[in-house]
């Protein structure tokens, strides 16, 4: 049996503890007569308990073959040109040239709005924020985890990128978000 369409996310805010007094009582009235609704939330409920009981292991380590295999993996990344991606891609519309010349118009004027000059920091509005370039240093310590990096380190040499992705992987993460009533908009809510 399917719980009712117009309940599912009232039902995953009650397994979350999310919702007021008022619309958790209804809603505790509503799962005592419908079935389907019940077992869904009894599923969000297990699957919510589960979630909040999980922890993760820090002393996990990653082996030396799985190293190789992200190092192998981001050499054989083709970095392409984008005129070599557009050009695939109109190809494989193939489009009529009534598609496919306000497209091309349309993408001479981004080529052109990205080609244009921009302004200089010194002339830009006062108490914007400035751009900071970051020297990408020998050891990796102050690099994004992207690709781009990944690529960069592992071919100066497979230790650094071991020492980067172990350094990235040790990172505690931030706290999750605690949502309540309150911060989904609920508290003024009628359903």
């Not at 008022?22 to 919510?48: K, M």
């Not at 990796?140 to 071919?155: C, E, R």
């Amino acid at each position: 049996m399917k719980p009712c369409s117009k309940n599912r996310k009232l039902i995953a805010w009650l397994a979350l503890d999310a919702l007021d007094a008022r619309n958790a009582a209804a809603l505790h009235d509503h799962l005592a007569l419908c079935e389907g609704c019940r077992r869904y939330w009894e599923e969000i409920s297990n699957v919510t308990a589960g979630l909040a009981s999980a922890t993760a292991d820090s002393k996990l380590e990653a082996s030396e073959s799985f190293h190789h295999r992200v190092a192998e993996k981001l050499r054989a990344v083709e970095s392409s040109s984008v005129l070599e991606n557009v050009a695939a891609w109109v190809r494989g519309l193939r489009l009529n040239w009534r598609v496919a010349l306000p497209a091309i118009a349309v993408l001479v004027m981004v080529l052109v709005a990205i080609v244009t000059p921009r302004h200089h920091p010194a002339h830009s509005m006062p108490g914007a924020p400035a751009l900071q370039v970051v020297a990408a240093s020998g050891s990796g310590s102050d690099l994004a985890p992207t690709i781009a990096n990944y690529q960069m380190i592992a071919g100066q040499s497979l230790e650094k990128l071991s020492e980067l992705l172990t350094r990235q992987g040790n990172k505690s993460l931030p706290p999750a978000p605690v949502y309540t009533a309150w911060s989904l908009g609920l508290a003024n809510a009628s359903y």
